[in-house]
Nanobody
Framework: QVQLVESGGGSVQAGESLTLSCEYS????????KGWYRQPQGRSATSERD???????????DYAESVKGRFTISRDSAKNTLYLQMNDLRSEDSGVYYC???????????????????WGQGTQVTVSS
């Protein structure tokens, strides 16, 4: 059983920072790639979630172009926690942020247009300009 629990969302002004956390647990050993997706306001379908960032199981890190230089993804394996440090937030960063996990490389399935298999419940981020 895979469990992903996000926290850290909130409402901020443009230019401010937030850090999201995702506590994860897996039924066996951790061979999962993990990442963050965003569902913009007004979109409700899972298929409308946009890739933000990921750490593949092999340690490779990637970001969406729109967040490069502003967001940093990291993980603490001792705490079973994934983080997303978000700096210089913009109004277009607003949405529900979902933690995701998949045994396949997340960059690989992203490039094929496939969404991760496992999701958290999401945490709301609202950035006011």
């Amino acid at each position: 059983q895979v469990q992903l629990v996000e926290s850290g969302g909130g409402s901020v002004q443009a230019g401010e920072s937030l850090t999201l956390s995702c506590e994860y647990s897996f039924d066996r050993y951790d061979d999962y790639s993990k990442g963050w997706y965003r569902q913009p306001q007004g979109r409700s379908a899972t298929s409308e979630r946009d890739f933000v960032s990921c750490i593949n199981d092999d340690g490779y890190i990637d970001y969406a172009e729109s967040v490069k230089g502003r967001f940093t993804i990291s993980r603490d394996s001792a705490k079973n926690t994934l983080y997303l440090q978000m700096n210089d937030l913009r109004s277009e960063d607003s949405g529900v942020y979902y933690c995701a996990a998949d045994r396949r490389l997340m960059t690989y399935i992203r490039d094929l247009g496939i969404l991760p298999r496992h999701w958290g419940q999401g945490t709301q981020v609202t950035v006011s300009s």
